[in-house]
């Protein structure tokens, strides 16, 4: 009798270790697609660059960045605002980044070598940067505190070490909570039910945000959809009707520009195809993207 009720019970048990095997395992997968990924995904799109203490994770307001050519000479360069923010537009091409900023050095000691940080990714350690396209560079930029400052914010990147270890730490406790679920209930029901709540609020935080516009605009064939290289765009000043810039459009039909306040026009030229003419009577704001996607109709 003895040997059939542990047979009966192995029988019984066996299901239930598989399962709980999958149903971990599940759960494991779901946690690191949870690795900031919203966050990532999301601040990839946002179309503007950030300057940030790497120790406090905060902005740096009126940073000046410059971008310098292999020649020495400086290409472009912008003014952080309020909020950290700047944008920069080139040509395809290598480029040396200079961040200055009183009280502040660059390259990132702290983040050297590391892609992202606690609150930014698609981070700059380094001098160096390789533009392969048209588009405004979004790059997050870390700057180190000065020794002076650095004594002041060691109370704070102690707080993200503290910070980083106890999401660690109940990222991968987690599982072993869950698991714990089905040996208190033998039904089995709410365990599911939980994982089912936790999958369900994953794919709202995943699916459930408006991405930010692409730091370039897109000029297609209005037939095809296919992108239309070397594309001649100019810029004017609308109340001068004065050339300010010219701009070939690359292989993948991509471009951008930006303006400050004012009023602007866009022309766009292109072999086989009508000229387009774009307005812009009312730009408010400084550093403003001109990236609009565009379908040009060939000429009949």
């Known amino acids: ?82 909020y950290g923010h700047y944008r920069l537009t080139v040509t395809p091409g290598e480029y040396t980044v200079d961040v200055t900023k009183p009280g502040f050095v660059f390259p990132s000691v702290f983040l050297k070598n590391h892609k992202h940080s606690k609150t930014y990714v ?13 588009g405004i560079i979004t790059v997050n930029i870390p700057i180190d505190p000065v020794e002076g400052m650095r004594k002041r914010s060691r109370v704070f990147r102690k707080w993200m070490v503290l910070s980083d270890n106890v999401q660690l730490v109940i990222a991968y406790a987690s599982p072993i909570v869950f698991m714990a679920y089905p040996l208190i209930n033998p039904a089995r029901i709410l365990p599911w039910l939980a994982y089912g709540v936790y999958v369900s609020l994953i794919l709202y935080r995943l699916t459930h945000f408006t991405p930010g516009k692409p730091p370039y605009g897109t000029i297609t064939d209005l037939k095809s959809g296919k992108p239309i290289p070397k594309v001649v765009i100019r ?66």
């Open 122 to 134: 698609n981070v700059l350690p380094t001098h160096r940067i390789k533009i392969k396209d048209h």
């Open 235 to 300: 810029l004017f000043d609308a109340k001068f009707n004065k050339l300010l810039t010219t701009q070939i459009t690359s292989d993948k039909g991509r471009y951008a520009l930006l303006v400050n306040r004012g009023a602007y026009y866009m022309t766009m030229k292109a072999d086989g195809y009508k000229q387009v003419r774009l307005n812009f009577p009312h730009i408010t704001k400084d550093s403003y993207p001109l990236a609009t996607d565009v379908k040009m109709k060939q000429v009949d």
């Open 1 to 82: 009798m003895e040997g059939l009720a542990d047979l009966i019970i192995g029988y019984v048990a066996q299901p239930r270790v598989y399962g709980l095997f999958i149903y971990v395992t599940i759960l494991v997968i779901a946690l690191q697609l949870t690795d900031d990924v919203y966050i990532k995904f999301k601040r990839r799109k946002s179309g503007f660059g950030t300057v940030f203490n790497s120790v406090t994770g905060k902005p740096v307001d009126l940073a000046r960045v410059r971008l310098v050519d292999v020649h020495g000479l400086t290409v472009t360069s912008a003014v952080t605002d309020k």
